[in-house]
């Protein structure tokens, strides 16, 4: 319309358009790593254009989930690991001219999937002040041929907190989650647990948690990481790599020298002495510059403030 003016008109068609899936066939089963695809045919009775909306349920169609909106063609291809698995398996075809749908189902099938949950075997919070707190993420990883469900994450020590402990937590294959954990000691001393994390199969998965509860604000360093490879380097060229000194605090830290022991590699940016507050860290460039090519093996040290660690050392090597 343009004010009264009528510009175009479209009238509706009494029947929708139809549809029917060709591939898959009810009955099927699939493993849960295979890349499968979708196909149907479908007509309008007058000729419009029509676009298709996939759709899959994992419980015998009681609840639908998207797959892909706004298609042109009549297939679709899917990685059956990031669907939901199981023996209800079905899909479901939309077709729509803009006025009806029509609609188009297949199931069930079978997805045999084998979902699997990988994390770090331990986690270290190294100290918190009695009565404060220090934070750290676990992250856990989908390894399997489908979404992983994560049903509890639960601690067996009063010390130890899981923070982001909402469960059911759905992670697609191939995907990642961070949990937050805390470390609070209400008294001083080294504290050790277990976090178990258990999944909709029932499968436990076990990850130490330490921590030392302290009652005086020092410093914690760390250097990260132990060695430093800097593989081959023709004579005349330079490589550089990272060596990170890290803070975890509480109390400030002062780094005091960083040298290396071989001039064949050089630290950069050192810029000792230099103070690192709690929880920040500073990256060091080393540069490896061989005037041969025989193999040059070194040691950086690091010496600081931290009473606990006051001399730190990483292993250097090139051209080995």
Same mark, same amino acid.
């Given at each position: ?33 295979? @890349? $499968?695809?979708? =196909?149907?045919?479908?007509?309008? #009775?007058?000729?419009? +254009?029509?676009?298709? %909306? *996939? ?120 995907? @990642? $989650?961070?949990? =937050?954990?805390?470390?609070?000691? #209400?008294?001083?001393? +080294?504290?050790?647990? %277990? *976090? ?125």
């Amino acid at each position: 319309m343009r004010g009264d003016q009528e510009l175009a008109a479209r009238e509706a068609t009494a029947s929708p358009p139809a549809v029917a899936i060709t591939s898959p066939q009810a009955g099927e089963s699939w493993t849960g790593a295979a @890349g $499968r695809t979708i =196909a149907w045919n479908a007509s309008d #009775a007058d000729g419009d +254009a029509l676009t298709y %909306t *996939l759709q899959y349920s994992s419980d015998g169609g009681v609840n639908w989930l998207p797959l892909r909106v706004a298609l042109r063609e009549m297939q679709s291809n899917l990685q059956t690991s990031q669907i939901a698995g199981g023996a209800k398996v079905h899909f479901r075809v939309l077709s729509s001219d803009g006025w009806h749908t029509g609609i188009a189902s297949v199931g069930p099938l079978e997805v045999i999937q084998s979902p699997k949950l990988e994390t770090a075997a331990e986690i270290d919070f190294r100290m918190a002040l009695v009565g404060g707190f220090v934070d750290r993420k676990l992250l856990l990883k989908s390894t399997g041929n489908g979404p992983l469900v994560v049903t509890a994450i639960e601690s067996d020590s009063p010390a130890f907190e899981v923070l982001s402990s909402a469960t059911p937590l759905v992670i697609p294959a191939g995907s @990642g $989650r961070d949990v =937050a954990l805390r470390f609070a000691p #209400a008294v001083e001393g +080294a504290v050790q647990t %277990t *976090l178990a994390i258990t999944t909709e199969s029932g499968e436990k998965v076990f990850a130490a948690m330490k921590g030392n509860g302290i009652t005086k604000a020092v410093p914690d360093i760390e250097v990260t990481p132990a060695t430093l490879d800097f593989g081959k380097v023709a004579a005349g060229q330079n490589k550089e790599m990272s060596l990170v000194v890290r803070n975890h605090g509480p109390a400030p830290l002062l780094v005091l020298s960083l040298a290396a022991d071989n001039a064949r590699f050089s630290p950069l940016n050192a810029g000792s002495p230099f103070l690192l507050e709690a929880g920040t860290a500073r990256t060091v460039k080393v540069r490896f510059q061989p005037s041969t090519a025989s193999a040059e093996t070194g040691v950086v040290t690091i010496q600081s403030n931290d009473a606990a660690r006051r001399r730190l050392t990483a292993s250097l090597a090139g051209n080995r």
